[in-house]
């Protein structure tokens, strides 16, 4: 069955750098997508990044692009989030996602979530 567990998230002061890493099960890593989420409370989640993974293809959102990039090691079964030059409004609870991939920002088409890991940038 699906799993994923998020580790990696922190404190840490804007401009500074965390790597997010999402663990996988063989079955999830497989997924045509997986991406990185992120959710502040009242608000909606948001797409992050996303890497389809046959293509290789990525994507990231506006805010993050330039800063962030997405990338995963086959062999670990391990999808990572690397966030430089990190800004107050990152601060969130991030996710890690996988499902088919037919909308990369769109959380409804995800169908396995980790358990999120809290990221906090102070200015």
């Known amino acids: 069955q699906g799993q994923l567990v998020e580790s990696g998230g922190g404190s840490v002061q804007a401009g500074g750098s965390l790597r997010l890493s999402c663990a996988a099960s063989?079955?999830?890593?497989?997924?045509?997508?997986m991406g990185w989420f992120r959710q502040t409370p009242g608000k909606e989640r948001e797409g992050v990044a996303a890497i389809y993974t046959y293509s290789g293809a990525t994507y990231f959102a506006d805010s993050v692009k330039g800063r962030f990039t997405i990338s995963r090691d086959n062999a670990k079964n391990t999808l990572y989030l690397q966030m430089n030059s990190l800004k107050p409004e990152d601060t969130a609870m991030y996710y890690c996602?996988?499902?088919?991939?037919?909308?990369?920002?769109?959380?409804?088409?995800?169908?396995?979530w980790g358990q999120g890991t809290q990221v906090t940038v102070s200015s």
């Open positions: 996602a996988a499902g088919p991939g037919n909308s990369w920002r769109d959380s409804r088409n995800y169908n396995y």
């Open positions: 063989d079955h999830t890593f497989n997924s045509a997508c």
